[in-house]
Every structure is written in C-alpha cells, then in structure tokens.
C-alpha cells in the first residue's frame, strides 16, 4: 500500500510569505505528526493530530500551526516565513494517537530567501 | 525530559567490516526504542525496534538489544555493505502511550568504501 505522500516536495519562499505543506497518511492510519529537521538542531518535534484534534505540540513558536481533516489528511502552515524556517519537514503516520511505531514520508524541503 | 546521545561520525568504514554505533538515552518510564535510516535527499524509514528490556530488534542484518541497565541501544551489523552508507538515528518514544512524538539523537553519517 501508498506510504505517507508529502507535498510539495520542494519549494522556494520568500522572507515574511507564508507557506502549507500537505501530508496524506497511509491508508488507515489516523495520527499524523511533523518534523522539522535542520543541520544545526537535528530532527524536532512540531505536533501530533489524532482525530482532527492537535494532541501534542513540541516547543515551537504560534507561527507554526497545523490542522487535521476528517480524512486523516495533514496540512502544516508557516507564516510570517525567517530565514530559520530553511528545513526539511516529515510528516509521519502512525496508526492511532501515541502508537509506538510511525512511518515518515520522503519531507518537503523549504528554502526561505 | 527525555534525551538521546549518539555518535556523530562520520564514521567511515571498510566493505565487509563489523559496525557498531552507540546510542545512549535519558527517559522517564519505559520507553520504545527505534534505529531509523535517512538516505541521501530522501525521508527516514524504520529499520528496526524494540519496546521492552532485553528485546532485540533486527532487519536487513541490522540488530540492537534494548539494555534498561545501560540505557543503551546499540546498532551492530557484522558485515557492512556500500549499500549501507547513510544516516542513522537513534530515537525514542514516549512510555505509556503518551502522545509526546519521538526523541531523536543527531544522527550518525555512516560511510562505506569499497
């Protein structure tokens, strides 16, 4: 079966824009969590989603946000884009809230200018 | 909070040589182990697991034994491959269920010459 998809795959912002990124899981599988992988900090924990509901948020600022639909599909958005948001964000799948194995997707590669 | 310490390499190895890389933790309760592979330009895939003390995981001649009184995860293989060169990260997961995303270390950049 599809693994989790991510899209796009890469993409060029501009300083102050915003940006969404889409992640649909794999079939079945209803909790959705983000990574933001960077060379200084390594990979970081954005946020879990489980049932349309954010479930955990790691320790990141208000301007990162995401939302789940009735689908299990995954959306994150970034505004007000810094040169630091420069990443590779992973969605992930898991088959429900917690569950102890997940499954990453290939990322999208933001580069902010 | 929960931690994970492994060696950053690179580590540059022989085709055919014994590898092992170190994985320490620091984690409240009992959590689950994890060995995760990142090739280059694409994302992390599983390669191996362990929830449970003295559990072993294994795959593609990958294995690591979850040591509760080492808070240790090491990753071994007996003979490498070319093939195997790429990032490997050692992570863990919250105990109880609790929904609070994986701990991942920074990655160890494993290079095989042929």
């Known amino acids: 079966k599809a693994g989790v998809t991510q899209t796009p795959r890469y993409l060029i912002k501009t300083r102050g824009q915003q940006v969404t990124l889409s992640c649909s899981p794999i079939?079945?599988?209803?909790?959705v969590s983000w990574y933001q992988q960077t060379p200084g900090q390594g990979l970081q924990f954005l946020f879990e989603?489980?049932?349309?509901?954010?479930?955990n948020k790691g320790n990141f600022p208000g301007r990162f946000s995401g939302r789940q639909f009735s689908n299990s599909r995954s959306e994150m958005n970034v505004s007000t884009l810094e040169l630091g948001d420069s990443a590779l964000y992973l969605c992930?799948?898991?088959?429900?809230?917690?569950?102890?194995?997940?499954?990453f997707g290939e990322g999208s590669w933001l580069t902010v200018v | 909070g929960n931690s994970v310490t492994q060696m950053e390499g690179p580590v540059t190895l022989s085709e055919e040589a014994f590898l092992t890389i170190n994985c320490t933790y620091t984690?409240?309760?009992?959590?689950?182990l994890f060995w995760y592979v990142q090739y280059p330009g694409e994302g992390l895939q599983l390669l191996l697991k362990?929830?449970?003390?003295?559990d072993k995981g294994s795959n593609k001649g990958f294995e690591a034994t979850y040591r509760k009184e080492t808070t240790s995860f090491h990753l071994e293989k007996g003979s490498v491959q070319v093939s195997d060169s790429a990032v490997y990260f050692c992570?863990?997961?919250?105990?109880?269920?609790?929904?609070?995303?994986?701990?991942f270390g920074k990655g160890t950049h494993l290079i095989i010459q042929p």
């Open positions: 992930a799948s898991s088959l429900g809230q917690g569950a102890n194995t997940i499954y």
């Open positions: 079939s079945g599988h209803r909790s």
């Open positions: 989603y489980f049932s349309e509901t954010q479930r």
């Open positions: 984690a409240t309760g009992y959590p689950s």
């Open positions: 362990a929830t449970k003390a003295d």
């Open positions: 992570a863990l997961g919250g105990s109880g269920g609790g929904a609070d995303g994986l701990t």
